[in-house]
C-alpha cells in the first residue's frame, strides 16, 4: 500500500467511524449485546472475504500474533462497549467528542510505555486537547448524565489508543483482513457470555441495523484501518481518525436533531484544530 492509498483508507474509515454513533443512537439495545453482534457480523463478513480469496485465516501466524491479537481485541471489545455506553449515556456529539481524545492518549502512551521521544510542538498539542476537552465537559458534576457520557467516551478514547498502538505490531506482517478477522472474532468470544441474557430485547430491525455495524463500520472500516497502518504510523493515523466527531455531530444534527452546545463546539474545535495541526508536521514512516 502506498502513503497516498493509506491516505485514502483511513479518511474513508474515520467516515465509517462517524457513523458508528449513529447506529449506536438507533440502535434499542445494551452497549455489550450491540458490541457482541457486530463483531458476529464483522467476522462472518471478514470470512467470506477472506476466503474468496483462497487465503487461510492462520496462514502465516505464530504463537506471538495470537497474544497479540488477543491483546488488540481486549482493548477493541472494550472501547466499543465504553464508547456505546458514551452514546446512550451522553449522546453522539459528546461521545464523540470524548472519543477525539484518543490521540492525546497516542502520545503519552509512545512516550510513556514505548519511551519515544515527543517534540515540545506534540506537548503545545496535548495541552490543547486537554483544554478543549475541559471546554467539552458540560459540568463538573458526575449527577450530570452528559458528565458521566463524557467519562465513558474518554474511556474509549483511552482503549482506542492502545488498540492503535498494539495494532501497529500485528499489521506489520499479517494481511489486514486476517488480523481484523481473528480481533473481531475474539472480541466476539469475549462478550457473547455477557450479552447473551438480552438476546431477545433487540426488535428486528435493530439487528438490521447492528448487521449494516458490522459489515460496513466493523469489517470494511476496521480493514482500512489495519491497511493504512502498514504505511502510516499510530500518530498519523489518529490524526485523520480524529475527524470523526465531525461527520457524526454532522449526522446527529440532519437525523436526530442533536446539537452539542456553543462551549462544546469551542473545545471540540480546538480539539480537532490542534489534532490537524499536528497533521501537518512531515509523516513518520512505519519501521
Not at 465537559?137 to 474511556?155: C, E, K, R, Y
Not at 448487521?211 to 489495519?226: D, I, N, P
Not at 437525523?255 to 497533521?279: D, E, K, N, V
Request: with cysteine; charged share 10%.
Amino acid at each position: 500500500m502506498t502513503q497516498q492509498r493509506a491516505l485514502v483508507s483511513i479518511h474513508l474509515a474515520a467516515l465509517l467511524f462517524g457513523l458508528t454513533g449513529i447506529f449506536g443512537e438507533l440502535i434499542q439495545a445494551g452497549a455489550m449485546l450491540i458490541t457482541a453482534g457486530r463483531a458476529s457480523f464483522a467476522v462472518l463478513a471478514l470470512f467470506i472475504s477472506v476466503r474468496s480469496q483462497g487465503r487461510r485465516l492462520r496462514q502465516g501466524m505464530g504463537r506471538r500474533d495470537y497474544g497479540t491479537l488477543l491483546a488488540a481485541a481486549v482493548m477493541l471489545s472494550i472501547h466499543w462497549a465504553t464508547f456505546f455506553v458514551a452514546v446512550k449515556v451522553g449522546g453522539v456529539a459528546i461521545a464523540t467528542l470524548g472519543f477525539a481524545s484518543f490521540p492525546a492518549f497516542i502520545t503519552l502512551c509512545e512516550w510513556g510505555v514505548l519511551r519515544e521521544r515527543v517534540t515540545a510542538r506534540e506537548w503545545i498539542i496535548l495541552a490543547l486537547v486537554t483544554f478543549g476537552l475541559l471546554l467539552v465537559t458540560p459540568s463538573f458534576d458526575f449527577q450530570d448524565q452528559s458528565t458521566i457520557g463524557l467519562a465513558w467516551a474518554v474511556a474509549s478514547g483511552f482503549t482506542f489508543a492502545m488498540f492503535t498502538i498494539i495494532n501497529r505490531r500485528a499489521a506489520k506482517h499479517l494481511p489486514a483482513q486476517q488480523v481484523a478477522w481473528w480481533e473481531n472474532l475474539f472480541v466476539a468470544l469475549m462478550c457473547w457470555p455477557f450479552a447473551l441474557p438480552f438476546l431477545g430485547q433487540p426488535a428486528l430491525l435493530d439487528w438490521f441495523w447492528i448487521a449494516l455495524l458490522g459489515v460496513f463500520c466493523t469489517a470494511l472500516s476496521h480493514y482500512l484501518l489495519v491497511s493504512a497502518l502498514t504505511v502510516l504510523n499510530a500518530r498519523s493515523a489518529g490524526i485523520v481518525i480524529a475527524l470523526e466527531p465531525v461527520y457524526a455531530i454532522v449526522f446527529a444534527a440532519v437525523l436526530f436533531a442533536q446539537y452539542p452546545s456553543t462551549r462544546a463546539l469551542i473545545g471540540g474545535a480546538i480539539m480537532i484544530g490542534a489534532i490537524t495541526w499536528a497533521g501537518l508536521r512531515p509523516p513518520k514512516q512505519s519501521t
